[in-house]
Protein backbone atom coordinates (compact mmCIF):
# COMPACT_ATOMS: atom_id res chain seq x y z
CA UNK A 1 0.00 0.00 0.00
CA UNK A 2 1.43 3.26 -1.16
CA UNK A 3 2.68 5.51 2.21
CA UNK A 4 1.78 8.95 0.13
CA UNK A 5 -2.00 9.19 1.79
CA UNK A 6 -0.70 8.78 4.92
CA UNK A 7 1.77 11.28 4.76
CA UNK A 8 0.79 14.79 3.41
CA UNK A 9 2.80 17.46 4.30
CA UNK A 10 0.65 19.83 3.46
CA UNK A 11 -1.58 19.76 5.84
CA UNK A 12 0.28 21.63 8.21
CA UNK A 13 0.30 24.38 5.09
CA UNK A 14 -3.83 24.49 5.05
CA UNK A 15 -4.13 27.21 7.34
CA UNK A 16 -2.51 30.57 8.16
CA UNK A 17 -2.58 29.16 11.97
CA UNK A 18 -1.24 25.91 10.94
CA UNK A 19 1.37 28.08 9.17
CA UNK A 20 2.73 29.92 12.34
CA UNK A 21 1.86 27.22 14.68
CA UNK A 22 5.30 25.50 12.90
CA UNK A 23 7.14 28.08 11.92
CA UNK A 24 10.60 27.12 12.30
CA UNK A 25 12.04 30.92 12.04
CA UNK A 26 10.49 34.06 13.18
CA UNK A 27 10.96 38.11 12.69
CA UNK A 28 10.71 40.80 15.41
CA UNK A 29 11.48 44.31 15.56
CA UNK A 30 14.13 43.25 18.50
CA UNK A 31 15.95 41.56 15.56
CA UNK A 32 16.42 45.04 13.35
CA UNK A 33 19.13 47.44 13.70
CA UNK A 34 18.74 50.69 11.55
CA UNK A 35 22.15 52.58 9.66
CA UNK A 36 21.21 55.75 9.19
CA UNK A 37 22.88 58.50 7.47
CA UNK A 38 23.97 61.81 9.49
CA UNK A 39 24.84 65.41 8.12
CA UNK A 40 26.11 67.99 9.19
CA UNK A 41 23.62 71.46 10.33
CA UNK A 42 20.08 71.75 11.19
CA UNK A 43 16.76 70.95 9.80
CA UNK A 44 19.17 69.22 6.83
CA UNK A 45 17.39 66.90 4.71
CA UNK A 46 18.91 65.11 1.14
CA UNK A 47 17.41 62.72 -0.66
CA UNK A 48 19.54 59.36 -1.46
CA UNK A 49 18.17 58.73 -5.26
CA UNK A 50 19.97 55.44 -4.92
CA UNK A 51 18.13 54.06 -2.15
CA UNK A 52 14.50 55.54 -2.25
CA UNK A 53 13.01 56.31 0.80
CA UNK A 54 16.44 57.16 2.43
CA UNK A 55 17.83 60.43 3.85
CA UNK A 56 20.96 62.25 5.28
CA UNK A 57 19.72 63.78 8.06
CA UNK A 58 20.84 66.61 10.57
CA UNK A 59 20.84 65.08 14.09
CA UNK A 60 17.96 67.52 15.08
CA UNK A 61 15.95 65.88 12.26
CA UNK A 62 17.47 62.36 12.92
CA UNK A 63 16.35 62.41 16.54
CA UNK A 64 12.80 63.00 15.73
CA UNK A 65 12.86 60.38 13.01
CA UNK A 66 14.67 58.08 16.12
CA UNK A 67 11.18 58.98 17.76
CA UNK A 68 9.21 55.92 15.74
CA UNK A 69 12.41 54.21 15.61
CA UNK A 70 12.08 53.58 19.85
CA UNK A 71 8.38 53.25 19.53
CA UNK A 72 7.99 50.64 17.09
CA UNK A 73 10.78 48.71 19.32
CA UNK A 74 13.64 48.41 17.03
CA UNK A 75 16.72 48.31 19.43
CA UNK A 76 19.91 49.97 18.12
CA UNK A 77 20.62 51.95 15.31
CA UNK A 78 24.03 52.43 12.95
CA UNK A 79 25.49 55.66 12.23
CA UNK A 80 27.43 56.57 9.52
CA UNK A 81 28.54 59.96 8.54
CA UNK A 82 28.40 62.39 5.60
CA UNK A 83 32.09 63.97 5.65
CA UNK A 84 32.53 67.07 3.87
CA UNK A 85 35.14 67.57 0.97
CA UNK A 86 37.00 70.13 3.24
CA UNK A 87 36.86 67.50 6.48
CA UNK A 88 38.31 64.90 4.11
CA UNK A 89 42.11 64.27 4.48
CA UNK A 90 44.93 61.93 3.53
CA UNK A 91 45.69 60.89 7.33
CA UNK A 92 41.21 61.40 8.40
CA UNK A 93 41.90 63.32 11.39
CA UNK A 94 38.24 64.20 11.48
CA UNK A 95 37.79 60.48 12.01
CA UNK A 96 38.55 60.85 15.78
CA UNK A 97 38.23 65.03 16.45
CA UNK A 98 36.71 64.97 20.24
CA UNK A 99 33.95 67.20 18.58
CA UNK A 100 33.04 65.34 15.14
CA UNK A 101 29.77 64.99 13.63
CA UNK A 102 29.93 61.27 14.88
CA UNK A 103 30.48 62.18 18.87
CA UNK A 104 27.76 64.91 18.33
CA UNK A 105 25.07 63.06 17.25
CA UNK A 106 25.78 59.59 19.37
CA UNK A 107 25.84 62.39 22.49
CA UNK A 108 22.40 63.85 21.34
CA UNK A 109 21.07 60.34 20.70
CA UNK A 110 21.84 58.82 24.06
CA UNK A 111 20.70 61.63 26.18
CA UNK A 112 17.04 61.80 24.31
CA UNK A 113 16.41 58.03 23.89
CA UNK A 114 19.11 56.52 26.78
CA UNK A 115 17.87 52.83 25.96
CA UNK A 116 18.52 52.73 22.42
CA UNK A 117 21.44 51.13 21.27
CA UNK A 118 24.05 53.54 19.79
CA UNK A 119 26.50 51.18 17.03
CA UNK A 120 29.42 53.39 15.87
CA UNK A 121 30.86 52.56 12.59
CA UNK A 122 34.82 52.34 12.93
CA UNK A 123 36.10 52.84 9.39
CA UNK A 124 38.01 55.89 7.60
CA UNK A 125 36.43 55.50 4.46
CA UNK A 126 34.18 58.73 4.99
CA UNK A 127 37.11 60.80 6.26
CA UNK A 128 39.56 59.64 3.52
CA UNK A 129 40.46 62.39 0.66
CA UNK A 130 40.60 58.90 -1.74
CA UNK A 131 38.09 57.19 -0.19
CA UNK A 132 39.74 53.98 0.72
CA UNK A 133 39.09 52.05 4.29
CA UNK A 134 42.79 52.97 5.88
CA UNK A 135 45.71 55.06 5.65
CA UNK A 136 47.76 54.92 1.90
CA UNK A 137 50.80 55.34 0.69
CA UNK A 138 52.46 54.71 -2.55
CA UNK A 139 48.95 53.15 -3.44
CA UNK A 140 49.22 51.11 -0.61
CA UNK A 141 46.83 50.11 2.37
CA UNK A 142 49.25 50.68 5.39
CA UNK A 143 47.34 48.20 7.66
CA UNK A 144 49.00 48.95 11.06
CA UNK A 145 49.12 52.50 10.77
CA UNK A 146 45.89 52.41 10.16
CA UNK A 147 45.24 50.27 13.12
CA UNK A 148 46.57 53.03 15.00
CA UNK A 149 44.36 55.57 13.92
CA UNK A 150 40.79 53.35 14.06
CA UNK A 151 41.85 52.49 18.04
CA UNK A 152 41.87 56.78 18.07
CA UNK A 153 38.33 56.92 16.58
CA UNK A 154 37.18 54.33 18.98
CA UNK A 155 37.77 55.81 21.81
CA UNK A 156 36.45 58.86 20.34
CA UNK A 157 32.94 57.35 19.61
CA UNK A 158 33.55 55.04 23.52
CA UNK A 159 33.81 58.37 25.05
CA UNK A 160 31.16 59.83 23.04
CA UNK A 161 28.74 57.20 24.40
CA UNK A 162 28.38 54.61 21.78
CA UNK A 163 27.33 51.14 23.30
CA UNK A 164 29.02 49.48 20.35
CA UNK A 165 32.46 50.06 18.21
CA UNK A 166 31.99 48.15 14.66
CA UNK A 167 35.53 48.06 12.78
CA UNK A 168 34.17 47.62 9.61
CA UNK A 169 37.29 48.07 7.77
CA UNK A 170 39.12 44.37 7.60
CA UNK A 171 42.53 45.60 9.00
CA UNK A 172 44.50 42.50 10.61
CA UNK A 173 45.03 43.06 14.26
CA UNK A 174 42.49 46.16 14.96
CA UNK A 175 40.22 43.95 17.16
CA UNK A 176 43.00 43.44 20.10
CA UNK A 177 44.33 46.39 19.31
CA UNK A 178 40.72 48.54 19.71
CA UNK A 179 39.88 45.80 23.06
CA UNK A 180 43.09 46.81 24.54
CA UNK A 181 43.01 50.62 24.56
CA UNK A 182 39.01 50.43 25.18
CA UNK A 183 40.14 48.21 28.64
CA UNK A 184 43.13 50.79 29.74
CA UNK A 185 40.64 53.71 28.81
CA UNK A 186 38.28 52.45 31.13
CA UNK A 187 35.52 51.68 28.50
CA UNK A 188 35.75 47.33 29.53
CA UNK A 189 31.75 47.92 28.92
CA UNK A 190 31.80 49.35 25.06
CA UNK A 191 30.91 46.31 22.99
CA UNK A 192 33.08 45.64 20.22
CA UNK A 193 30.71 44.26 16.99
CA UNK A 194 33.50 42.75 14.60
CA UNK A 195 32.70 43.18 10.69
CA UNK A 196 35.15 40.28 10.44
CA UNK A 197 33.77 38.74 7.11
CA UNK A 198 33.12 41.87 5.05
CA UNK A 199 33.29 41.08 1.25
CA UNK A 200 35.22 42.97 -1.84
CA UNK A 201 31.13 43.33 -2.93
CA UNK A 202 29.76 45.11 -5.84
CA UNK A 203 26.38 45.34 -3.87
CA UNK A 204 27.53 48.34 -1.87
CA UNK A 205 27.59 51.20 -4.34
CA UNK A 206 24.81 53.09 -3.15
CA UNK A 207 26.25 53.25 0.50
CA UNK A 208 28.89 55.09 -1.36
CA UNK A 209 26.88 57.08 -3.08
CA UNK A 210 24.80 58.09 0.47
CA UNK A 211 28.11 59.16 2.82
CA UNK A 212 29.99 60.42 -0.31
CA UNK A 213 33.06 58.16 -0.68
CA UNK A 214 32.40 56.65 -4.18
CA UNK A 215 33.64 60.21 -5.94
CA UNK A 216 36.84 59.72 -3.44
CA UNK A 217 37.42 55.96 -4.45
CA UNK A 218 36.61 56.61 -8.52
CA UNK A 219 37.53 53.42 -10.32
CA UNK A 220 39.79 52.19 -6.98
CA UNK A 221 38.41 49.03 -5.54
CA UNK A 222 38.90 46.82 -2.15
CA UNK A 223 40.10 43.99 -2.82
CA UNK A 224 44.03 44.04 -0.82
CA UNK A 225 41.74 43.93 2.46
CA UNK A 226 38.11 42.56 2.02
CA UNK A 227 37.72 39.54 1.28
CA UNK A 228 37.54 37.52 -2.38
CA UNK A 229 33.48 36.66 -2.60
CA UNK A 230 34.99 32.88 -3.52
CA UNK A 231 35.93 32.01 0.30
CA UNK A 232 33.81 30.43 2.50
CA UNK A 233 36.59 28.59 4.96
CA UNK A 234 38.83 32.28 4.88
CA UNK A 235 35.61 33.75 7.20
CA UNK A 236 35.53 31.21 9.28
CA UNK A 237 39.32 31.35 10.05
CA UNK A 238 38.17 35.65 10.04
CA UNK A 239 35.98 35.24 12.58
CA UNK A 240 37.55 32.75 14.95
CA UNK A 241 40.65 35.53 15.19
CA UNK A 242 38.71 38.45 15.78
CA UNK A 243 36.99 36.61 18.87
CA UNK A 244 40.42 35.30 20.08
CA UNK A 245 41.22 39.32 20.03
CA UNK A 246 37.85 40.47 22.15
CA UNK A 247 35.03 40.72 19.65
CA UNK A 248 31.36 40.43 21.20
CA UNK A 249 29.59 39.94 18.02
CA UNK A 250 30.37 39.60 14.16
CA UNK A 251 29.09 40.62 11.14
CA UNK A 252 29.30 39.38 7.87
CA UNK A 253 28.29 41.90 4.80
CA UNK A 254 26.65 41.40 2.31
CA UNK A 255 23.58 39.71 3.05
CA UNK A 256 21.44 37.62 1.12
CA UNK A 257 24.51 36.50 -1.80
CA UNK A 258 26.37 35.61 2.06
CA UNK A 259 23.45 33.50 3.51
CA UNK A 260 26.00 30.25 3.29
CA UNK A 261 28.82 32.39 5.62
CA UNK A 262 26.11 33.50 7.88
CA UNK A 263 25.07 29.35 8.44
CA UNK A 264 28.80 28.22 8.95
CA UNK A 265 29.65 31.08 11.49
CA UNK A 266 26.26 30.26 13.64
CA UNK A 267 26.23 26.91 13.36
CA UNK A 268 29.94 26.08 13.67
CA UNK A 269 30.92 28.69 16.17
CA UNK A 270 27.34 29.64 18.21
CA UNK A 271 28.35 33.32 18.36
CA UNK A 272 26.25 36.49 18.60
CA UNK A 273 26.06 36.29 14.52
CA UNK A 274 25.04 40.09 12.68
CA UNK A 275 24.03 40.24 9.09
CA UNK A 276 23.92 43.36 7.05
CA UNK A 277 21.05 43.90 4.32
CA UNK A 278 23.20 46.38 1.93
CA UNK A 279 22.52 48.94 0.19
CA UNK A 280 22.80 47.29 -3.30
CA UNK A 281 19.87 44.30 -2.11
CA UNK A 282 17.65 47.27 -0.31
CA UNK A 283 18.24 49.52 -3.57
CA UNK A 284 17.91 46.18 -5.70
CA UNK A 285 13.87 45.77 -4.05
CA UNK A 286 12.81 49.16 -4.57
CA UNK A 287 14.09 49.41 -7.69
CA UNK A 288 11.90 46.41 -9.21
CA UNK A 289 8.72 47.39 -7.04
CA UNK A 290 9.04 51.18 -8.76
CA UNK A 291 8.86 48.78 -12.10
CA UNK A 292 5.77 46.92 -10.80
CA UNK A 293 8.34 43.45 -11.01
CA UNK A 294 8.15 42.65 -7.17
CA UNK A 295 6.27 43.76 -4.25
CA UNK A 296 8.53 45.59 -1.86
CA UNK A 297 6.95 44.73 1.28
CA UNK A 298 6.66 41.07 0.49
CA UNK A 299 10.23 40.76 -0.68
CA UNK A 300 11.17 42.97 2.09
CA UNK A 301 10.08 40.70 4.51
CA UNK A 302 10.69 37.38 2.93
CA UNK A 303 14.38 39.10 2.91
CA UNK A 304 14.50 39.23 6.23
CA UNK A 305 13.20 35.82 7.14
CA UNK A 306 15.30 34.44 5.37
CA UNK A 307 18.10 36.22 7.18
CA UNK A 308 17.11 34.70 10.32
CA UNK A 309 16.41 31.06 8.76
CA UNK A 310 20.35 31.28 8.03
CA UNK A 311 20.81 32.04 11.63
CA UNK A 312 21.22 35.88 11.99
CA UNK A 313 20.86 37.12 15.78
CA UNK A 314 19.99 40.49 14.00
CA UNK A 315 20.09 42.46 10.92
CA UNK A 316 21.39 45.71 9.66
CA UNK A 317 18.75 46.93 7.26
CA UNK A 318 17.57 50.13 6.09
CA UNK A 319 14.41 48.61 5.53
CA UNK A 320 13.98 48.28 9.53
CA UNK A 321 11.13 50.65 10.17
CA UNK A 322 9.42 49.50 6.94
CA UNK A 323 9.42 45.59 8.17
CA UNK A 324 8.50 46.89 11.78
CA UNK A 325 5.59 48.76 10.91
CA UNK A 326 4.30 46.15 8.80
CA UNK A 327 4.80 43.24 11.59
CA UNK A 328 2.99 45.93 13.72
CA UNK A 329 0.10 46.39 10.83
CA UNK A 330 -0.35 42.17 10.61
CA UNK A 331 -0.80 42.19 14.68
CA UNK A 332 1.92 39.89 15.16
CA UNK A 333 4.13 43.29 16.31
CA UNK A 334 6.71 40.74 17.95
CA UNK A 335 7.08 37.99 15.40
CA UNK A 336 6.42 36.81 11.39
Same mark, same amino acid.
Given at each position: ?140 ? !???? /?? *??? $? ?6 ? =? #?? &? ?105 ? !???? /?? *??? $? ?6 ? =? #?? &? ?47
Amino acid at each position: MSRHPLLRPRRLRRLAAFRQLVAESSLSPSDLIYPVFILEGEKAREPIHSMPGIERLSVDLLLEQLEEVVELGIPAVALFPVVGAEAKSELAEEAYRDDNLVSRAIGAIKARFPGLLVIADIALDPYTSHGQDGIMSDGVI !LNDE /TV *AVL $VRQALTCA =K #AG &ADIVAPSDMMDGRILAIREALESEGFSETAILAYSAKYASSFYGPFRDAVGSAANLGAADKKTYQMDPANSHEAIREVVLDLEEGADMVMVKPGLPYLAIVRRVKSE !LGVP /TF *AYH $VSGEFAML =K #AA &ATQGWLDYEATLMESLLCFKRAGADAILTYGAIDAARLLRAQGRGSAV
